[in-house]
Each structure stands twice: as C-alpha cells, then as structure tokens.
C-alpha cells in the first residue's frame, strides 16, 4: 500500500509538473507571436519605397523593373514549389532494395550453394538481371522499340556483351532467326567509349553528330564504381526521346545494377552465359 501511494504522489507531482511548463511555454510563445507582428510596420518600408521609386535612368529602370517582376513572380513561383515538394513527400515511393530484395537473395542464395542445378541458377539470376533492366528501362519512359541495351562484362580480354539483350529489334531477330552481327559490329566502338568512362551513370547525347551513320541518339551507361566489372548499357534509337538521369525515381532504380559488378560469381555467371550462346549467336568481346 505504501508503494502504491509513493507511485501516486509521484506521478501526480509529475502531472503537476508538466502543467506548469506546459503553461509557461505558452505565455512565452504567444508573448514572441504578438511582439513578432509589430516589425510589419519596418518590414514593409522596402517595398513601399520600391513602389514610388520612379528612376529616369534607363539602367536603373530596367533594375527597378527586375526587381518588380521579382516580388511579383517569385512569390507564386515559391508557393507552387513548396505545394509540390509537399505533395511529393506525401507519395509513397518503392526502393530497389524492396522491389529486387526476393529476386537479389534468390540469386545470391544460388551462387553461394555448390549443389543449385545449373537451370536452377540460370533461371534466378534471369530473373534477377531481367527484373532490374525492366524497372531501368521504364523509369527513363523507354518502350522496346525505343532501344536495344545489353549487359557488359569486363573480363581479362577485354569487354564482353552478354546474352542478355533487351529491345524490339532483338526480339525480332530471334523470332525470324536473323544474325544481329552487323547491330554489335556498328555499336563496338560506341561500347567501348562508355566503359571507359569511370562515372556509375554516364549519359553521351547527340550520338549521331560524331557517328552519324549509327541509327543511336543517346547512350546511357550504369555501371560498378572503380575498374569496370558489370554494367548495362541503353542505345535509345528513337529521336525524340528525352532521357533525364538526374530523376529520383531512375537512380533509386538505377542502384542495384550500379552494385551488381561487386558480385564476383554474378559477374562470372554473365561472361558463361555469354559462352553458352557462342554455338547459337554471334557474340563480341572488344578489347578495353
């Protein structure tokens, strides 16, 4: 009985307590509010000048032109910018780290198991690198018949383009069994410049004022940080595409394939994969 008392005081000196601040707190807030509203009379003083300031000066006209449209525009401007930034926090957005989270330790678990059935693995990292180039792709607003891209691998003979390769006309060589050996011929030299390149996103514009017997107008490069392992590179061959990178839903998207190249057994993994198709396909590797 005398402990429950003791918690009872205390908890009651407590509420107390918190009243009393609570209360303070207030008196000093409204204090500052009502002080803070009596500077109006000091802060509009620019303005009003700016106003009835009548300046015969061409240069100091056209200041006091600026500076007019300034106060007029800028204000709306600045209230359109916070209502979307607003607006922007309030939509909920998915990281990579969730959209490729069962695909990434699928494929992970695979290579790390020595018993995993070679179609078993061949299938999971399929889906893996399949779901990542789908989501790149569609945050840039690309349709198939838009681009053709391909996985690089680097490799002691230099770069190599994988057998995972995305876009329209892939797609339909494989269904007339056409040879796509002049398409890997003609962006050879084009591959190599963007795995040079030591930036994790790199994007070449205007393709066709330095190649212009290449159908490419952008090219766009993910790749691993440091010496180049892994990457998946986007010829866009339709000219009226814009490509904006800097977009927060594209490097969210763009992440996962950036750290793929670190995965030494997953970089493996798509050099073997090239080898497969070696009896099927054309298949190039250029030198770095």
Same mark, same amino acid.
């Given at each position: 009985?005398?402990?429950?008392?003791?918690?009872?005081?205390?908890?009651?000196?407590?509420?107390?307590? *918190?009243?009393?601040? !609570? +209360?303070?707190?207030?008196?000093? $807030?409204?204090?500052?509010?009502? &002080?803070?509203?009596?500077?109006?009379?000091?802060?509009?003083? %620019?303005?009003? +000048?700016?106003?009835? +300031?009548?300046?015969?000066?061409? $240069?100091?006209?056209?200041?006091?032109?600026?500076? $007019?449209?300034?106060? /007029?525009?800028?204000?709306?401007?600045?209230? +359109?910018?916070?209502?979307?930034?607003?607006?922007?926090?309030?939509?909920?957005?998915?990281?990579? *780290?969730?959209?490729?989270?069962?695909?990434?330790?699928? !494929?992970?678990? =695979?290579?790390?198991?020595?018993?995993?059935?070679?179609?078993?693995?061949?299938?999971?990292?399929?889906?893996?690198?399949?779901?990542?180039?789908?989501?790149?792709?569609?945050?840039?607003?690309? =349709?198939?018949?838009?681009?053709? !891209?391909?996985?690089?691998?680097?490799?002691?003979?230099?770069?190599?383009? &994988?057998?995972?390769?995305?876009?329209?006309?892939?797609?339909?060589?494989?269904?007339?069994?056409?040879?796509?050996?002049?398409?890997?011929?003609?962006?050879?030299?084009? /591959?190599?410049?963007?795995?040079?390149?030591?930036?994790?996103?790199?994007?070449?514009?205007?393709?066709?004022?330095?190649? %212009?017997?290449?159908?490419?107008?952008?090219?766009?490069?993910?790749?691993? %940080?440091?010496?180049?392992?892994?990457?998946?590179?986007? =010829?866009?061959?339709?000219?009226? /595409?814009?490509?904006?990178?800097?977009?927060?839903?594209? $490097?969210?998207?763009?992440?996962?394939?950036?750290?793929?190249?670190?995965?030494?057994?997953?970089?493996?993994?798509?050099?073997?994969?090239?080898?497969?198709?070696?009896?099927?396909?054309?298949?190039?590797?250029?030198?770095?």
């Amino acid at each position: 009985m005398k402990i429950q008392c003791h918690a009872q005081y205390q908890i009651q000196n407590h509420r107390v307590a *918190s009243v009393l601040i !609570a +209360w303070i707190a207030a008196g000093v $807030l409204d204090g500052i509010a009502e &002080s803070t509203v009596d500077i109006n009379q000091y802060l509009d003083k %620019p303005f009003l +000048w700016l106003a009835h +300031w009548n300046p015969t000066s061409p $240069l100091f006209r056209w200041i006091d032109f600026s500076a $007019l449209m300034l106060l /007029v525009m800028g204000g709306p401007f600045l209230l +359109w910018q916070f209502i979307k930034r607003m607006v922007n926090r309030s939509s909920p957005f998915i990281y990579p *780290s969730i959209l490729y989270e069962e695909e990434l330790s699928s !494929a992970a678990e =695979a290579l790390d198991n020595p018993d995993t059935e070679k179609h078993e693995l061949q299938e999971k990292m399929e889906d893996l690198i399949l779901s990542v180039a789908e989501t790149v792709t569609v945050t840039l607003g690309l =349709a198939p018949r838009h681009y053709r !891209a391909y996985v690089i691998a680097g490799s002691t003979d230099g770069v190599g383009i &994988s057998w995972f390769r995305f876009g329209r006309q892939f797609e339909k060589a494989l269904r007339k069994h056409e040879s796509i050996e002049g398409i890997l011929s003609g962006d050879e030299e084009l /591959v190599i410049r963007m795995c040079q390149r030591r930036k994790t996103v790199s994007v070449m514009r205007s393709v066709q004022e330095e190649y %212009p017997d290449s159908d490419i107008h952008t090219m766009i490069m993910i790749r691993n %940080p440091g010496d180049f392992r892994l990457g998946f590179l986007i =010829a866009v061959i339709h000219p009226s /595409v814009r490509i904006e990178v800097d977009d927060s839903t594209f $490097l969210q998207a763009s992440y996962i394939m950036r750290m793929l190249g670190f995965m030494d057994k997953l970089v493996e993994f798509v050099l073997e994969y090239e080898k497969e198709g070696e009896d099927n396909d054309e298949k190039e590797t250029f030198p770095r």
